[in-house]
């Protein structure tokens, strides 16, 4: 491999190390001109592993975190696989660890515990945790490699199949069992175990190695080495419980606890005769700067620099609560406190951190999306009537979760109930986790049960629920609360599969949504009634960051007649842009076209005139329920909130396609010149073609006189035809150009954008009601008649006539 060029861009330079999995090779990327370590995989198992290995490495991509291996792609070519990574140039732990002291050790694995606690957050686990997966730079900082490599041998996490590294493997892996993140705390645990001890605790064949992992109980580590303090000895056996619920919550947990005890130097027992002085124990900060490419520890490029915070979205430490000044009113302090509080719920529902499937992170981003920006706006003054309704449904889900991960108690019970009364708005806060372990706490007979009792004495606690969140069967239900990962198929737009493509939109949009401040409060302003304000939207999770623009750019789509008369007003008459047109600025300076196109599309899957099926989202009790009497069912009447938003309630005449036809130079051009070979033709031959244009018809009028303006008609009105005088089609002038922009209405009424003679843009709208044809020169005054007539405003009608803003229909 070295010397060759992988996809005409990575230049192979030397071979850096060799494993089971494949080798490691130092490249440069002659694109962004930084080098890059490139792993070439060992032979796999077709192409649908491979598509679901890159479907994984695009989620593992998103991982940026000092203490993690950064993976920039994952690519093929020939057949050979390979992974595009950052370079660390330093050894590896497993090279490095027995030079190290104790303290320094510790710390290290402190750093790894972090980085496992980030990953574990964002719903992806390592699998392979050991030694020669974690890299070290040259000040022995860690860094966490090969997330997403040991996929080669879980396809799928399939069950019933035993793969990893033994020494390391955690009893659940070695049985062959689904894995969760405290598999990898596991590993972990064993690593204390051999840097305290300096052996592993079990030895043996791969065989013997897996049956003591989930049989033997390890020797205490103060038996090998009585140096070993009680506090660091019960970390150790803690994190290798054979069972997992009995293992630390979170890598955040051993972190911590790791770094108090070397601060502290509890770590060991002092005073024990024979025993050295330890050295110092090394810092490992909590947020460490990523190097530069200039820097000793690391030859990573300055693009991992990028303002991406390290944390997990949404598992931010525990905030305290603010003392308000004497001055400010009680109810402000008791809002403050309250969304402080809420923010602990949150910290706490997500502390434990779970394994979400891309199934998962899709249905329940839509999910979010919906609560957070499905509410449109209505009525003259654009208010958002289902607003508060998706505030209470995001609040009862949080409450609900939070109580189920609990114990019940009367103190929880109080808690829960505040933050139904004193409504915080939560939504920019919430991640998919939430979601998820919401579903879960209700996925089996007992849970449902226990989780009936929660919600009925939250319902005799709270006012707010008892006023506004019950529906008519007296159940304290706001509607479109799920039973089942199935249910959220009701408000996602239907797709067969996640793939690597949806994946890496989520990332590319998700990193504008972090970089370009000013794109993040237009999509918040148009699609939201506040989270603009809300300093944690910018941390939304990416699979919520999609389908929230898609919901903004649908509804835009939609749009009301009142939306169009503002937009109007705006252009004419405010100083300020309305938020629509803040979002088509926002939308057209940021967003690679290419992701606008694709946007486009998966818009289409909310269909030109969407509903929401209703669905029994709750309550519905279960076969293995119904035998217990307990035979509470819901009314489908209280979900039919979520039909308010059909579009059918607008009243006004709609557009039959959101795109216009759109007709280029080069097309009318040639048009022209087989309108003018037909004058010239003697001999009777019919003339050129024409080119259906909805109900109608375009043709090019020949005329051979003049070179500064042409002729285009549309035709096919009773008695009357359309005439558009637009630049020459004699003359220059790019081919690609688009000069007329044609939208077609339900009732065969029409609007046409066109330029003019002199590269001005014009209006045309034919009412077809009455027969009757409109010109403009301002697109406000065009708005404002569409109004007047109850039509649908096209979308953007200023821009149509911009090249690639919308797709050129083939005519074929």
Not at 54 to 72: G, K
Not at 110 to 132: S, T
Not at 725 to 730: I, Q, W
């Given at each position: 491999m070295i010397g060759t060029t992988l996809k005409r861009r990575f230049s192979i330079e030397r071979e850096l190390g060799r494993g089971g999995m494949g080798a490691v090779y130092l490249a440069v990327d002659r694109i962004l001109e930084r080098p890059v370590a490139i792993k070439i995989l060992r032979e796999l198992g077709g192409e649908e592993v491979g598509d679901r290995l890159r479907l994984e490495a695009r989620i593992l991509a998103r991982l940026q975190h000092d203490s993690i291996v950064r993976l920039y792609d994952f690519d093929e070519e020939g057949g050979v696989y390979f992974f595009i990574m950052e370079v660390v140039e330093g050894p590896s732990y497993y090279k490095r660890w027995k030079a190290l002291p104790i303290p320094d050790r510790l710390g290290v694995l402190a750093g790894v515990a972090d980085a496992l606690d980030y990953a574990h957050h964002q719903g992806i686990i390592h699998r392979d945790i050991k030694p020669g997966n974690i890299l070290l730079t040259r000040d022995d900082r860690p860094k966490l490699s090969d997330f997403g490599l040991s996929l080669l041998a879980e396809h799928g996490q399939e069950t019933g199949v035993t793969r990893g590294t033994p020494l390391y493997m955690s009893p659940e892996q070695a049985k062959g069992k689904r894995l969760d993140p405290r598999s990898d705390l596991y590993a972990l645990g064993v690593l204390l175990y051999e840097a305290a001890t300096e052996l592993t605790p079990f030895q043996g064949s791969a065989m013997a190695l897996m049956a003591q992992h989930v049989n033997i109980a390890p020797e205490p580590p103060r038996a090998r080495n009585p140096v070993l303090s009680p506090e660091l000895e019960g970390l150790i056996l803690r994190s290798m419980a054979k069972v997992p619920d009995a293992r630390p919550s979170c890598g955040a947990d051993v972190g911590r606890e790791l770094r108090d005890l070397l601060q502290h130097d509890a770590w060991r027992v002092r005073g024990l005769p024979g025993v050295p002085v330890a050295s110092p124990p090394a810092t490992v900060p909590e947020t460490a700067a990523v190097p530069s490419a200039d820097s000793p520890g690391s030859m990573a490029s300055s693009a991992m620099q990028d303002p991406i915070s390290s944390g997990p979205p949404g598992a931010s430490s525990i905030p305290s609560v603010a003392v308000a000044p004497?001055?400010?009113a009680a109810p402000a302090r008791r809002k403050a406190a309250a969304r402080a509080d809420a923010e602990r719920m949150i910290a706490e529902v997500e502390h434990a951190p779970i394994l979400l499937s891309p199934e998962e992170r899709f249905l329940s981003g839509h999910y979010l999306a919906y609560l957070l920006g499905g509410s449109r706006r209505r009525g003259i003054f654009l208010r958002r009537p289902l607003d508060p309704l998706n505030a209470d449904r995001a609040r009862l889900i949080l409450a609900?979760?939070?109580?189920?991960?609990?114990?019940?108690?009367?103190?929880?019970l109080s808690r829960a109930t505040r933050l139904l009364d004193d409504r915080p708005d939560i939504r920019p806060r919430l991640s998919p986790t939430v979601v998820?372990?919401?579903l879960r706490s209700r996925d089996d007979p007992a849970k449902r049960r226990r989780f009936r009792k929660l919600r009925e004495r939250l319902q005799a606690a709270s006012a707010r629920a008892q006023r506004r969140m019950t529906d008519e069967r007296g159940l304290l239900n706001p509607g479109l609360m799920p039973q089942s990962l199935d249910d959220l198929y009701a408000l996602a737009p239907h797709r067969d599969e996640?793939?690597?493509?949806?994946?890496s939109r989520w990332n590319r949009l998700a990193e504008l949504w972090r970089a370009r401040p000013d794109f993040r409060r237009a999509v918040l302003r148009y699609a939201t009634l506040r989270a603009a304000d809300d300093p944690g939207s910018v941390d939304l999770w990416p699979e919520v960051v999609h389908p929230l623009i898609e919901r903004a750019l649908w509804q835009r789509r939609l749009r009301s007649r009142a939306e169009g008369f503002w937009d109007a007003a705006g252009r004419a008459l405010l100083v300020a842009p309305a938020p629509g047109r803040r979002l088509d600025r926002a939308i057209e300076a940021a967003v690679p076209t290419r992701d606008v196109d694709e946007l486009d599309d998966s818009m289409e899957q909310f269909g030109n005139d969407p509903e929401y099926v209703e669905a029994a989202l709750d309550d519905a009790p279960g076969p293995a329920e119904q035998s217990s009497g307990n035979n509470l069912t819901i009314s489908r009447e209280s979900l039919r909130a979520i039909t308010a938003e059909d579009p059918s309630s607008r009243g006004f005449i709609g557009l039959t396609s959101p795109d216009p036809d759109r007709f280029t130079l080069g097309e009318l051009r040639a048009l022209r010149k087989e309108a003018i070979a037909a004058l010239r033709d003697r001999s009777g031959a019919p003339g050129h073609r024409v080119i259906p244009v909805g109900p109608y018809r375009l043709v090019v009028v020949a005329s051979i006189r003049g070179t500064k303006?042409?002729?285009?008609?549309?035709?096919?009105?009773?008695?009357?035809?359309?005439?558009?005088?637009?630049?020459?089609?004699?003359?220059?002038?790019?081919?690609?150009?688009?000069?007329?922009?044609?939208?077609?209405?339900?009732?065969?009424?029409?609007?046409?954008?066109h330029l003019d003679q002199r590269g001005r843009s014009r209006y045309v709208l034919w009412n077809a009601a009455v027969n009757q044809q409109s010109i403009y020169a301002e697109l406000a005054e065009l708005n404002s008649d569409l109004l007047k007539l109850n039509l649908e405003a096209p979308d953007r009608p200023d821009k149509a006539l911009v090249r690639g803003i919308w797709p050129l229909r083939s005519r074929q």
């Amino acid at each position: 491999m070295i010397g060759t060029t992988l996809k005409r861009r990575f230049s192979i330079e030397r071979e850096l190390g060799r494993g089971g999995m494949g080798a490691v090779y130092l490249a440069v990327d002659r694109i962004l001109e930084r080098p890059v370590a490139i792993k070439i995989l060992r032979e796999l198992g077709g192409e649908e592993v491979g598509d679901r290995l890159r479907l994984e490495a695009r989620i593992l991509a998103r991982l940026q975190h000092d203490s993690i291996v950064r993976l920039y792609d994952f690519d093929e070519e020939g057949g050979v696989y390979f992974f595009i990574m950052e370079v660390v140039e330093g050894p590896s732990y497993y090279k490095r660890w027995k030079a190290l002291p104790i303290p320094d050790r510790l710390g290290v694995l402190a750093g790894v515990a972090d980085a496992l606690d980030y990953a574990h957050h964002q719903g992806i686990i390592h699998r392979d945790i050991k030694p020669g997966n974690i890299l070290l730079t040259r000040d022995d900082r860690p860094k966490l490699s090969d997330f997403g490599l040991s996929l080669l041998a879980e396809h799928g996490q399939e069950t019933g199949v035993t793969r990893g590294t033994p020494l390391y493997m955690s009893p659940e892996q070695a049985k062959g069992k689904r894995l969760d993140p405290r598999s990898d705390l596991y590993a972990l645990g064993v690593l204390l175990y051999e840097a305290a001890t300096e052996l592993t605790p079990f030895q043996g064949s791969a065989m013997a190695l897996m049956a003591q992992h989930v049989n033997i109980a390890p020797e205490p580590p103060r038996a090998r080495n009585p140096v070993l303090s009680p506090e660091l000895e019960g970390l150790i056996l803690r994190s290798m419980a054979k069972v997992p619920d009995a293992r630390p919550s979170c890598g955040a947990d051993v972190g911590r606890e790791l770094r108090d005890l070397l601060q502290h130097d509890a770590w060991r027992v002092r005073g024990l005769p024979g025993v050295p002085v330890a050295s110092p124990p090394a810092t490992v900060p909590e947020t460490a700067a990523v190097p530069s490419a200039d820097s000793p520890g690391s030859m990573a490029s300055s693009a991992m620099q990028d303002p991406i915070s390290s944390g997990p979205p949404g598992a931010s430490s525990i905030p305290s609560v603010a003392v308000a000044p004497p001055e400010v009113a009680a109810p402000a302090r008791r809002k403050a406190a309250a969304r402080a509080d809420a923010e602990r719920m949150i910290a706490e529902v997500e502390h434990a951190p779970i394994l979400l499937s891309p199934e998962e992170r899709f249905l329940s981003g839509h999910y979010l999306a919906y609560l957070l920006g499905g509410s449109r706006r209505r009525g003259i003054f654009l208010r958002r009537p289902l607003d508060p309704l998706n505030a209470d449904r995001a609040r009862l889900i949080l409450a609900m979760t939070w109580l189920m991960l609990g114990e019940g108690t009367e103190a929880e019970l109080s808690r829960a109930t505040r933050l139904l009364d004193d409504r915080p708005d939560i939504r920019p806060r919430l991640s998919p986790t939430v979601v998820i372990k919401y579903l879960r706490s209700r996925d089996d007979p007992a849970k449902r049960r226990r989780f009936r009792k929660l919600r009925e004495r939250l319902q005799a606690a709270s006012a707010r629920a008892q006023r506004r969140m019950t529906d008519e069967r007296g159940l304290l239900n706001p509607g479109l609360m799920p039973q089942s990962l199935d249910d959220l198929y009701a408000l996602a737009p239907h797709r067969d599969e996640v793939d690597d493509g949806l994946v890496s939109r989520w990332n590319r949009l998700a990193e504008l949504w972090r970089a370009r401040p000013d794109f993040r409060r237009a999509v918040l302003r148009y699609a939201t009634l506040r989270a603009a304000d809300d300093p944690g939207s910018v941390d939304l999770w990416p699979e919520v960051v999609h389908p929230l623009i898609e919901r903004a750019l649908w509804q835009r789509r939609l749009r009301s007649r009142a939306e169009g008369f503002w937009d109007a007003a705006g252009r004419a008459l405010l100083v300020a842009p309305a938020p629509g047109r803040r979002l088509d600025r926002a939308i057209e300076a940021a967003v690679p076209t290419r992701d606008v196109d694709e946007l486009d599309d998966s818009m289409e899957q909310f269909g030109n005139d969407p509903e929401y099926v209703e669905a029994a989202l709750d309550d519905a009790p279960g076969p293995a329920e119904q035998s217990s009497g307990n035979n509470l069912t819901i009314s489908r009447e209280s979900l039919r909130a979520i039909t308010a938003e059909d579009p059918s309630s607008r009243g006004f005449i709609g557009l039959t396609s959101p795109d216009p036809d759109r007709f280029t130079l080069g097309e009318l051009r040639a048009l022209r010149k087989e309108a003018i070979a037909a004058l010239r033709d003697r001999s009777g031959a019919p003339g050129h073609r024409v080119i259906p244009v909805g109900p109608y018809r375009l043709v090019v009028v020949a005329s051979i006189r003049g070179t500064k303006a042409g002729t285009v008609a549309i035709q096919g009105m009773p008695n009357k035809q359309i005439e558009l005088f637009v630049p020459s089609l004699a003359g220059g002038g790019s081919d690609a150009r688009p000069i007329v922009a044609v939208w077609h209405y339900d009732d065969r009424s029409m609007v046409v954008a066109h330029l003019d003679q002199r590269g001005r843009s014009r209006y045309v709208l034919w009412n077809a009601a009455v027969n009757q044809q409109s010109i403009y020169a301002e697109l406000a005054e065009l708005n404002s008649d569409l109004l007047k007539l109850n039509l649908e405003a096209p979308d953007r009608p200023d821009k149509a006539l911009v090249r690639g803003i919308w797709p050129l229909r083939s005519r074929q």
